[in-house]
């Protein structure tokens, strides 16, 4: 079946920086467009950016524009969130999204805690 893994997350002093990986298996990754989406405490899901299969990325949130990178590693079915400058607003549970065909499917999400 699907699975995505996420790790990486943890707690980071401001201007910090983390990356995170979500290894995935169960479908051709290869072929599919994959996300990273974060939640902030008490509030809703934000999109923060996707890649597509052939490696473009597409920014979905400008408050990480410039400090957040997507990339991927077919070779090794993961997808990396690369996060520069973390500020404390960055607080959150960040998730990784695929979609495969009609169907999505997400991580279990990972803690990234920006605190002094």
């Known amino acids: 079946q699907v699975q995505l893994v996420e790790s990486g997350g943890g707690l980071v002093q401001p201007g910090g920086s983390l990356r995170l990986s979500c290894a995935a298996s169960g479908f051709t990754f290869s072929r599919s467009g994959m996300s990273w989406v974060r939640q902030a405490p008490g509030k809703g899901l934000e999109w923060i950016l996707e890649?597509?299969?052939?490696?473009?990325?597409?920014y979905s949130a400008d408050s990480v524009k410039g400090r957040f990178t997507i990339s991927r590693d077919n070779a090794k079915n993961t997808v990396y969130l690369q996060m520069n400058s973390l500020k404390p607003e960055d607080t959150a549970v960040y998730y990784c999204?695929?979609?495969?065909?009609?169907?999505?499917?997400w991580g279990q999400g990972t803690q990234v805690t920006v605190s002094s």
């Open positions: 999204r695929a979609v495969v065909g009609l169907n999505t499917y």
């Open positions: 890649i597509n299969s052939v490696g473009i990325s597409t």
